[in-house]
C-alpha cells in the first residue's frame, strides 16, 4: 500500500519499527530532535491511527474523541495516585476504562449514521466536558487540573520520599529519550494492530460499510456489532494516547476533552490521509511540528529570517506572518484545515501518490510518445 | 410561581438566540443541503459589529481635564461628543441599535461572499466534507477577530435607558421580587420580530414560494425555468443576517469574546436536530424550549436534585430525541431519518 512493491506486512513492519527508533537521529537535522516533541509525535500518532481505525474504515466522523483521551489521561493519573508510579498498570487502566467509555458512548451514538453520529458523539463529549469541569470535581480537580500530590496513598509504592515522585518503569525513569522510547514502542505495537485490522476480514467488512452500508444490511450482515467494535478499538487507541500524555507529564485536565481536541485529530487524520495506513502519522507529525515551530516565532525571529530583504518590503512581510505564527498558529491551523478538505481530500498520502504518477508519466512520456506515433502511423 | 415564571422568562431570552441560530442553520440546511458549522462564528462576527460600532463611535481625543486645576491633567473625550455634544453622548450610548443597521448590509454581504467563495463548491460533497471545511472557516474567523479584538470579552452595554429591569411583577401582580432585564424583555421581542419577518417573507413573497418550493424538489422547480441557485444563495445571505442580529442584540447580554460562536453553535446544532434537520418551524420551537429547560434545570431546586444537570441537560434531551424520535420534533417525514 505505501510502496507498490513492498507487499509484506513483515517487511513493512521492519522498516516502521526501524523508522520509528532511529527517529530522535534523523529528525535532529530539522529541529525536532529532542524527547519532548517525539513523544509528542507517538502520543498523536497513536491518537490519529486509533481515529483513522474508525473515520477511515467505517467513514463514521465521531466529533467527540478527545473524550476518551481525557479518560485515558484522568485513569493514569489516578493510577498513579492510588496505585504506583508505574507506568504499566497506567496504560492498562486508561485503555481498558477507555474502551468502557467508548461501549457505552458507541453503543448509544452508533445507532444513527451521518451527521446524526457525528452530533451525537459531539454531544457526549460536550457532556463529559462540562461534567469534568463542574459536578465531577472531586475526580477531576475541575479547572485546576488533576495532578500528584505528596500526600496520595500509592498502596504499592508506600508514601513519596523527597520530593514528587516521577513515572517510572519498573525504576526505570520516563524522562527523557527512556519516556520517547516507551511510547515509540507503544506507537510500533499500535501501528501493528492498526495493519493487521485494515488487512483482516473484520477491516474489508468496514471498509464495505464505508462504501455501501445498505448492501452490507442486505446481503445478511449486521453491521452493528462491527461499527461497535471498531469504535471500542479507537477508543481504547485514544485511551492508550491519553495515558501515554500523563505519563509524560502527570496532569491531567478537561481542556483535552474539549472539541476543539477532537476537531484536532479529524484534522490529522484528513491531513495526512484518512483511510490510509501512515497517513494519520504523517498528519500528527506535520501538525505537531509545526505546532512547535510556529508557536514558538515571534517578531524578533521573523525579522531575522525576512533580513535578506529591503527593510520596507520587510516590515511588511513581518508584519503579515506575524499574524500565523506565536498566538497565530490557530489560524494557520484552520486555514491548513480549509486548504487540505478543499483541495486535496486525500492528504499528504494522495499528494504523495499524485506526485509521484505524475514524475513516472513525465519519465515515461518520451518513450511512449514515440510508440504511439509508430503505432498511429501502423 | 414567582420562581417559575422568572425562570421561563429567563430561558426565553437565551432560548431566542438558540432559536435565531437555529433558524439560519435550517434555512441554510433546508435550502442549500449544507451542514454549515461556521454558522456560529456569523453569529459571533454579528456581536462584534455592535462592538467595532461601539468602538468608532468612541474613538477619542485628549483634552484638557478642566475639573482639575493643580495640574494639567488630560481625559479621552470621544469626539462625537465634542462635535455635537449631548446629542453626541446619546448617540454613543445607542451604539448597539446603530450597530444593527451597519451589521445588516455587513452580514449579508459576508454571507453572499462565504456562499459565493466556498459553500457553492461543497453542494455536492459528503456531510463529513462540509463539516470539516466549515469547521475550518469557523476556526479562521474566529481568529481573525481575536488578531483585531483580543482574548478578552468586550462589554458593549446596552443603552442606559433600558439598562434597568423591568418590574414585570408589579405589572403582573405578583410581588416586587419578580424583576426582568429590560435588554433581555427586548431581545425576547426583537427575535420573536426577526423570526415573524423571516416566516412571513417565506410565506407571503414570491422569492419565499420559490425557496418553499426548492426546499421540497429542487429539481422540479429548476425545470420550471428558475434559477434556484441564485435564490439559495440570497437565502444563505438572510441567513447570515439573522445569525448576524442575533449577535449584535446579543452583544449587551453577553460580552463578546472570540469563541462565543463556537460555544452557541454546538447548542445551536443540538437545537436543529431536536427540532427536526429542515423544519423551521422546529428550530425557533425547540429554541425556545430548551433555552426554557436549561433555565429550569439550573434552578438551585434541582439541581439539589440531581447535581451537575444544568451543564448537560440540552444535550442530554438531544441524546434521547435522537434515538427516540431520529427526525426530531417537528421534522418532515423522509429527511434525514437514518
Known amino acids: 500500500m505505501i510502496v507498490p512493491s513492498i507487499r509484506n506486512d513483515w517487511v513493512i513492519m521492519a522498516i516502521f519499527t526501524a523508522v520509528v527508533l532511529t527517529a530522535p537521529l534523523w529528525l535532529t537535522p530539522v529541529g525536532a530532535g529532542y524527547p519532548d516533541l517525539l513523544q509528542k509525535f507517538a502520543i498523536f500518532g497513536i491518537f490519529a491511527i486509533g481515529f483513522n481505525i474508525l473515520f477511515g474504515l467505517t467513514g463514521y466522523l465521531s466529533f467527540g474523541h478527545a473524550v476518551f483521551l481525557g479518560v485515558g489521561s484522568y485513569t493514569a493519573v489516578w493510577s498513579f495516585?492510588?496505585?504506583?508510579?508505574?507506568?504499566?498498570?497506567?496504560?492498562?487502566?486508561?485503555?481498558?476504562?477507555?474502551?468502557?467509555?467508548?461501549?457505552?458512548?458507541?453503543?448509544?451514538?452508533?445507532?444513527?449514521?451521518?451527521?446524526?453520529?457525528?452530533?451525537?458523539?459531539?454531544?457526549?463529549?460536550?457532556?463529559?466536558?462540562?461534567?469534568?469541569?463542574?459536578?465531577?470535581?472531586?475526580?477531576?480537580n475541575g479547572e485546576t487540573g488533576l495532578q500528584l500530590t505528596m500526600n496520595d496513598p500509592r498502596i504499592l509504592d508506600g508514601p513519596a520520599g523527597q520530593g514528587l515522585p516521577s513515572t517510572t518503569l519498573?525504576?526505570?525513569?520516563?524522562?527523557?529519550?527512556?519516556?520517547?522510547?516507551?511510547?515509540?514502542?507503544?506507537?510500533?505495537?499500535?501501528?501493528?494492530?492498526?495493519?493487521?485490522?485494515?488487512?483482516?476480514?473484520?477491516?474489508?467488512?468496514?471498509?464495505?460499510?464505508?462504501?455501501?452500508?445498505?448492501?452490507?444490511?442486505?446481503?445478511?450482515?449486521n453491521t452493528r456489532p462491527y461499527l461497535l467494535t471498531a469504535f471500542v478499538i479507537s477508543g481504547m487507541y485514544a485511551g492508550l494516547a491519553g495515558s501515554l500524555m500523563a505519563i509524560t507529564d502527570p496532569l491531567a485536565g478537561a481542556e483535552r476533552m474539549q472539541w476543539t481536541a477532537s476537531g484536532e485529530v479529524v484534522l490529522m487524520?484528513?491531513?495526512?490521509?484518512?483511510?490510509?495506513?501512515l497517513g494519520p502519522l504523517f498528519g500528527a507529525?506535520?501538525?505537531?511540528?509545526?505546532?512547535?515551530?510556529?508557536?514558538?516565532?515571534?517578531?524578533?525571529?521573523?525579522?531575522?529570517?525576512?533580513?535578506?530583504?529591503?527593510?520596507?518590503?520587510?516590515?511588511?512581510?513581518?508584519?503579515?506572518?506575524?499574524?500565523?505564527?506565536?498566538?497565530?498558529?490557530?489560524?494557520?491551523?484552520?486555514?491548513?484545515?480549509?486548504?487540505?478538505?478543499?483541495?486535496?481530500?486525500?492528504?499528504?498520502?494522495?499528494?504523495?501518490?499524485?506526485?509521484?504518477?505524475?514524475?513516472?508519466?513525465?519519465?515515461?512520456?518520451?518513450?511512449?510518445?514515440?510508440?504511439?506515433?509508430?503505432?498511429?502511423?501502423? | 410561581m414567582d420562581a417559575i415564571l422568572l425562570q421561563i422568562l429567563n430561558g426565553l431570552d437565551k432560548?431566542?438566540?438558540?432559536?435565531?441560530?437555529?433558524?439560519?442553520?435550517?434555512?441554510?440546511?433546508?435550502?442549500?443541503?449544507?451542514?454549515?458549522?461556521?454558522?456560529?462564528?456569523?453569529?459571533?462576527?454579528?456581536?462584534?459589529?455592535?462592538?467595532?460600532?461601539?468602538?468608532?463611535?468612541?474613538?477619542?481625543?485628549?483634552?484638557?481635564?478642566?475639573?482639575?486645576?493643580?495640574?494639567?491633567a488630560y481625559k479621552e473625550q470621544p469626539y462625537l461628543e465634542i462635535w455635537f455634544g449631548d446629542f453626541g453622548t446619546a448617540i454613543i450610548d445607542w451604539s448597539v441599535p446603530i450597530s444593527i443597521l451597519l451589521a445588516m448590509p455587513i452580514m449579508l454581504l459576508i454571507g453572499l461572499a462565504m456562499e459565493r467563495g466556498l459553500i457553492r463548491h461543497f453542494y455536492k460533497r459528503s456531510h463529513a466534507e462540509q463539516i470539516l471545511v466549515t469547521f475550518g472557516l469557523a476556526i479562521v474567523l474566529q481568529e481573525i477577530v481575536k488578531s483585531f479584538f483580543g482574548a478578552n470579552p468586550i462589554p458593549s452595554p446596552a443603552p442606559g435607558i433600558v439598562s434597568g429591569s423591568a418590574p414585570i411583577g408589579v405589572l403582573l401582580g405578583l410581588g416586587e421580587s419578580v424583576v426582568y432585564p429590560w435588554w433581555r424583555m427586548i431581545y425576547l421581542l426583537f427575535s420573536g420580530a426577526v423570526i415573524f419577518a423571516v416566516f412571513a417573507f417565506l410565506q407571503f413573497t414570491t422569492f419565499g414560494m420559490v425557496v418553499r418550493a426548492g426546499m421540497h424538489d429542487r429539481e422540479t422547480v429548476g425545470l420550471l425555468g428558475i434559477d434556484v441557485e441564485h435564490r439559495f444563495t440570497i437565502v444563505f445571505g438572510i441567513a447570515a443576517v439573522v445569525a448576524g442580529l442575533a449577535g449584535v442584540m446579543y452583544a449587551p447580554i453577553l460580552p463578546p469574546d472570540y469563541h462565543m460562536g463556537m460555544d452557541f453553535l454546538v447548542l445551536s446544532f443540538v437545537v436543529v436536530v431536536v427540532g427536526g434537520m429542515g423544519s423551521l418551524g422546529g428550530a425557533v420551537a425547540a429554541g425556545f424550549l430548551l433555552g426554557i429547560l436549561q433555565s429550569f434545570a439550573s434552578m438551585n431546586e434541582v439541581k439539589a436534585i440531581i447535581p451537575g444537570i444544568d451543564q448537560i441537560i440540552i444535550y442530554l434531551v438531544a441524546v434521547i430525541i435522537i434515538l427516540v424520535r431520529p427526525r426530531g420534533l417537528m421534522g418532515r417525514k423522509g429527511v434525514m431519518e437514518d
Open chain 1, 81 to 140: 495516585k492510588l496505585l504506583t508510579m508505574n507506568v504499566l498498570p497506567a496504560v492498562i487502566f486508561a485503555t481498558l476504562l477507555a474502551g468502557v467509555f467508548a461501549v457505552v458512548i458507541g453503543y448509544v451514538s452508533l445507532r444513527r449514521s451521518g451527521i446524526y453520529f457525528s452530533i451525537l458523539t459531539l454531544a457526549f463529549a460536550q457532556m463529559s466536558y462540562n461534567m469534568a469541569y463542574s459536578v465531577l470535581t472531586p475526580i477531576t
Open chain 1, 170 to 221: 519498573f525504576g526505570l525513569d520516563m524522562s527523557g529519550y527512556a519516556g520517547f522510547y516507551f511510547c515509540a514502542v507503544m506507537l510500533i505495537i499500535a501501528f501493528f494492530i492498526s495493519l493487521r485490522i485494515f488487512r483482516s476480514p473484520f477491516g474489508l467488512k468496514l471498509l464495505a460499510i464505508k462504501s455501501n452500508q445498505t448492501r452490507m444490511k442486505y446481503t445478511g450482515f
Open chain 1, 269 to 277: 487524520t484528513i491531513l495526512g490521509g484518512t483511510g490510509t495506513l
Open chain 1, 285 to 378: 507529525g506535520i501538525i505537531k511540528y509545526f505546532e512547535n515551530i510556529f508557536s514558538a516565532m515571534n517578531d524578533g525571529r521573523l525579522h531575522e529570517i525576512f533580513s535578506f530583504l529591503p527593510d520596507w518590503l520587510e516590515n511588511i512581510v513581518v508584519a503579515i506572518t506575524g499574524e500565523f505564527v506565536g498566538d497565530g498558529w490557530h489560524l494557520t491551523l484552520g486555514l491548513l484545515f480549509m486548504i487540505v478538505v478543499i483541495f486535496l481530500p486525500g492528504g499528504v498520502v494522495e499528494g504523495i501518490r499524485r506526485a509521484n504518477g505524475f514524475l513516472r508519466r513525465l519519465v515515461q512520456s518520451s518513450g511512449t510518445n514515440t510508440a504511439t506515433l509508430a503505432a498511429e502511423k501502423e
Open chain 2, 15 to 72: 432560548g431566542g438566540a438558540y432559536a435565531l441560530i437555529a433558524l439560519g442553520l435550517t434555512l441554510v440546511f433546508g435550502t442549500l443541503g449544507v451542514v454549515n458549522f461556521a454558522h456560529g462564528a456569523l453569529f459571533m462576527l454579528g456581536a462584534f459589529c455592535a462592538v467595532t460600532v461601539q468602538k468608532i463611535l468612541t474613538i477619542s481625543m485628549k483634552v484638557k481635564d478642566e475639573s482639575i486645576t493643580f495640574f494639567d
